[in-house]
């Protein structure tokens, strides 16, 4: 990499702070949720803060005439997404622009562009994983009542299973990204707030009985054990399951009643599992949305508007093969990333895999993990990952723009 592009592009604690609230917003649903337009205006805001650090790097990179090859993985997925948001807009009724989308998306660049040593890149995940620490630290002190609830009527919203959900995401994007740098870090300090942050994040996940925790749970352990392929690491992590479910037992008796109520409650898997259906619904009008995506509303091929409920499936009905295509091609840099990763620190890698299957099993069943801004803050921060070994590895992602 060159010298001129290890210099900060643009003042690290610009990036840092977007890191820290893109995961710190998931809690604005737990914060602002009796006035609605709160939100909405904080994300708002947010976005204009997104824009004004793309806009600062953007000038920047044109000076230098310098840009890192890794926003190839999602700079054609913005374009499509944008144009598609223009001709939606100039010709049929109504202005059409995926605000949270496109935020996320700009938001992966400046992570991308804006990190440029190992200092700011340690200093964006701590401040990723301290936000989504205080994010589902809030539900819990102040909906105590809410753990171990799936309907829920809070200031007169009723939430249908959906409440505790902004937990996962926070859970989902950041905490195994913590433990990978506390892997690399090795002070006491980084470890402990990780696995601090881990635990917690998985309990404020778990009190709202989602299977979906436990599938990505189960997934990413049976993962990690066949990675690491080391019998002391694989009995003594099989040790803390074993007194970690024991104490979930003891200590959270209701919710595990709730939580086996809900599962025999299902039934036949595969027949009444109501994502089932919903599938089903929209891959049988494929030749709707097959090219370009749905040029109405989308979600109207879903039973009863319902959304696909799979981050892959939202980029195919929304954007058509092209979008699944370039959504494809950005794990496939995320996979090549973590291999580079494994070259210099398997252990680091073995984290960052269990972090993207852990993703990926989430992303396949659940409406979660289409838009959200801190999956692709996380989707950056990975990009990013060799930036922490750059003594060891020789980054060939930059050139000189002709």
Not at 92 to 100: A, V
Not at 106 to 116: E, T
Not at 277 to 303: A, H, M, Q
């Amino acid at each position: 990499m060159s010298e001129n592009i290890q210099k900060n592009i643009i003042n690290p604690n610009f990036v840092i702070l977007l890191a820290f609230f893109s995961t710190l917003k998931n809690a604005n649903i737990y914060l602002f949720g009796k006035s609605p337009h709160i939100p909405v205006l904080l994300d708002y805001l947010f976005l204009l803060f997104v824009i004004f650090c793309f806009i600062s790097i953007f000038i920047q990179v044109i000076n230098l005439k310098q840009i890192n090859l890794k926003v190839m993985y999602i700079f054609p997925l913005l374009l499509w997404v944008i144009l598609q948001s223009i001709v939606l807009t100039l010709f049929t009724n109504g202005e059409y622009l995926p605000r949270n989308l496109i935020t996320s998306l700009l938001a992966l660049i400046v992570i991308i562009l804006g990190v440029s040593n190992s200092k700011t890149l340690r200093g964006v995940i701590s401040a990723f994983g301290i936000g989504a620490l205080i994010s589902v630290l809030i539900p819990l002190i102040f909906f105590p009542d809410m753990i171990g609830r799936r309907s829920v009527n809070v200031y007169g919203i009723i939430y249908e299973g959906g409440f505790w959900n902004n937990a996962l995401i926070s859970f989902a994007s950041a905490a195994w990204i913590y433990i990978a740098l506390a892997v690399n870090n090795g002070t006491k300090k980084t470890k402990l707030l990780a696995f601090i942050t881990f635990g917690i994040a998985w309990i404020a996940s778990f009190a709202g009985l989602s299977r979906t925790l436990i599938l990505i749970t189960v997934i990413s352990i049976t993962f990690y054990l066949m990675y690491i392929r080391k019998f002391k690491s694989i009995l003594k992590i099989s040790v803390i399951i074993i007194v970690l479910v024991t104490l979930i037992i003891n200590l959270f008796p209701n919710i595990i009643e709730e939580f086996n109520n809900r599962l025999s409650a299902n039934g036949n898997l595969f027949e009444d599992e109501s994502r089932v259906n919903i599938w089903k619904s929209y891959l049988s009008n494929i030749p709707e949305f097959f090219f370009v995506g749905s040029l109405e509303s989308y979600r109207e091929f879903g039973p009863n508007g319902l959304g696909p409920h799979s981050a892959f499936l939202n980029w195919f009905v929304q954007y058509g093969i092209i979008g699944l295509v370039g959504f494809i091609y950005l794990i496939m840099g995320l996979i090549k990333e973590i291999n580079i990763v494994k070259r210099k620190s398997r252990n680091e890698a073995a984290f960052l895999w269990v972090w993207l299957i852990s993703y990926i099993s989430l992303a396949l069943i659940n409406q979660t993990g289409f838009v959200e801004t801190s999956f692709y803050v996380a989707f950056g921060i990975v990009l990013s990952w060799t930036i922490l070994h750059k003594k060891d590895v020789r980054s060939l992602d930059s050139e000189k723009i002709s």
